[in-house]
Structures are given as structure tokens and as C-alpha cells.
């Protein structure tokens, strides 16, 4: 099993990154899939969720209404669409396959300049 993250970069507050989760070697069809994002020095939060079968997704606190969540199970890859970047939102991102066990990826740093 290997999760592949990708999308990350710098960008400037206001804008905009999709990150993507690419997933090989199980079917995405069993998994709920989880972004999460680690600060330096800071501990490893949940940012987005989306189910199964792509109809429940949940959103923190601090990025509802400018993150988006998707999921595409026949390219196996998940979309983290996030919009109105803003400092704050500087980590890395993590995508992880939530089962027994679960499946983490080796993540995407996003650097967001003020």
C-alpha cells in the first residue's frame, strides 16, 4: 500500500493549492480518507474527511468554507482544493487511509507567505 502526496508549495496568503492523495495497492472503495496537517512544533490536526462513499465530508474549524474535499476512487486520489491560504495554514500535509491499519503518506509541505 502507498500513498502518494502531492500538490505542495509556496504561495502567497489569498491564494490557492490542490493537493492531491494518490493511493496504490488497495481499493479506495473500503476507506474513509483523512487529510491532516502538522505545524512545526505543533501536533498532527485533522483538516478534512471525506467517507466511503463520498457523501459525508467533514471540515475543521479553520478551514471551513475555504478547503474543499473529493475523491476520484477510479484514478484512486483524493483532492484537498484549498482557497484563501492564509499563514496559519503553513505545514505538512498528511493523507491517510482510515482502517485496521491505517495507511498514512510521507506528505507535502505548503508554505503560505504573508
Known amino acids: 500500500v502507498q500513498l502518494v502526496e502531492s500538490g505542495g508549495g509556496l504561495v502567497q496568503a489569498g491564494g490557492s493549492l490542490r493537493l492531491s492523495c494518490s493511493i496504490s495497492?488497495?481499493?479506495?472503495?473500503?476507506?474513509?480518507i483523512v487529510w491532516f496537517r502538522q505545524a512545526p512544533g505543533k501536533e498532527r490536526d485533522v483538516v478534512s474527511s471525506i467517507s466511503r462513499n463520498g457523501v459525508t465530508a467533514y471540515y475543521a474549524d479553520s478551514v471551513k468554507g475555504r478547503f474543499t474535499i473529493s475523491r476520484d476512487d477510479a484514478k484512486k486520489t483524493v483532492y484537498l482544493q484549498m482557497n484563501s491560504l492564509k499563514p496559519e495554514d503553513t505545514a505538512i500535509y498528511y493523507c491517510?487511509?482510515?482502517?485496521?491499519?491505517?495507511?498514512w503518506g510521507q506528505g507535502t509541505k505548503v508554505t503560505v507567505s504573508s
Open positions: 491517510r487511509c482510515s482502517g485496521s491499519p491505517n495507511y
Open positions: 495497492g488497495i481499493s479506495l472503495d473500503y476507506y474513509t
